[in-house]
């Protein structure tokens, strides 16, 4: 049932958020397989459509605009080998991870309120420190705070949505019809980074794969495959983080995790979980190749306009149905928000005020 409802993931704007808040009383197998059998999945509306989701935010931007110019084939094998050899880099971490990652923890948690700001001033820094992009974070910010301050039963599908979804289907094309890719292939240090970069985000609040990948390509500008393979390799990484500090950290920085934290399992339940979970995983993403073989050709058959409609209205339709009205107020703010952001040419990252600014707050008051 697991790996069923991670086939969903093919389903834009249907996250796992979104799934287990229809199922309050799923149990642990099922939460961990629908969590790593999703992620491979949901790159597939990602790279055709340009959606972003909660597994492939920034880097459905780079590999749909490599989509756009005829090279499909080469943006979904970026984003499978990124999540193939970040979970690979995973598993090498998870021996030292699983030794020493409490002792690390309990250091800098006392720090923690400081290391999101040093993350942020980098950002900052890192675009010359510009007045409208501080604006634009602490706007962001406010209506993070607001979201969660409203009686939702997630708010985060409402708020993603309108952050990064419909502007992304309103900002789209038309797919090319070639396969061929460009020459190379995504580097090993990309793979290699992301799995210690999405390792390390377990150990703060609010540090999403998108946020650390963009830290991560100021240091070293890569091209738009490596970009892609990096961000995929820092999600797989950080799924499997996620789920392994439940035992190790003692704490939870997503709703399936949430759940397996409630569940109170023991290291080694936890431990036949991640097994079935990467096996899950494994499956997947041999499922996607073969889907790879024709959905380039059906997703070139369909028109944008045609498209676009039935985004939205899957957009409208899952906030309607997790929250009502209150749903699409978020949701349309959120969307208004964005788009006035991009007309300014803001870079889509400090949308993640939403998240970090909250997260920073609520670390200082502590």
Known sequence: MGFGL???????????????????????????????CHLPFESLPAVFFGVPSAGHGLNALPAHQLVRQGHARAALDAVLVGIVGGTVSALALGVA??????????????????????????????????????????????????????????????????????????????????????????????????GVLGAFSVFLPALSPSLLGSIALLIVPAGALTVVGLLSAISSSRLFFDFLGVWVLRTARSAPTVA???????????????????????????????????????????????????LLLLALAGAWALDG??????????????????????????????????ALVHAWAA
């Not at 002792?103 to 950002?123: C, D, M, N, Q, S």
């Not at 964005?338 to 400090?350: D, E, G, H, M, N």
């Open 260 to 310: 397996l934290q409630d569940a109170a399992l023991s290291p080694a339940d936890g431990v036949i979980l991640l097994a079935v979970g990467l096996v899950g995983l494994l499956a997947s993403v041999a499922c996607v190749v073969v889907l790879a073989r024709t959905w380039p050709d059906a997703a070139r058959r369909l028109r944008p306009d045609v498209l676009s409609g039935a």
């Open 6 to 36: 991670g086939v969903l993931g093919v389903i834009p704007f249907l996250h796992t958020n979104t799934i287990l808040a229809f199922l309050p009383e799923a149990s642990p197998l099922l939460v961990v397989v629908l969590a790593f």
């Open 97 to 194: 991870f699983w030794f020493l990652g409490a002792g690390f923890y309990r250091g800098i948690k006392p720090l923690t309120e400081w290391l999101l700001l040093a993350v942020l001033v980098v950002v900052w820094f890192s675009d010359g420190w510009r007045l409208r992009h501080a604006a634009a974070f602490a706007m962001f910010g406010a209506l993070g705070f607001f979201t969660f301050d409203l009686p939702l039963r997630e708010p985060l599908f409402p708020l993603l949505s309108g952050l990064f979804g419909i502007p992304a289907v309103l900002y789209g094309g038309r797919v090319e019809g070639r396969v061929a890719g460009p020459p190379g292939a995504v580097p090993f240090w990309a793979l290699a980074s992301g």
């Open 325 to 358: 009205g209150w749903g699409l107020f978020v949701l349309s703010w959120a969307t208004a928000a964005s788009l006035v952001a991009l007309r300014q040419r803001i870079p889509r990252k400090y949308a993640l005020g939403a998240l970090v600014l909250p």
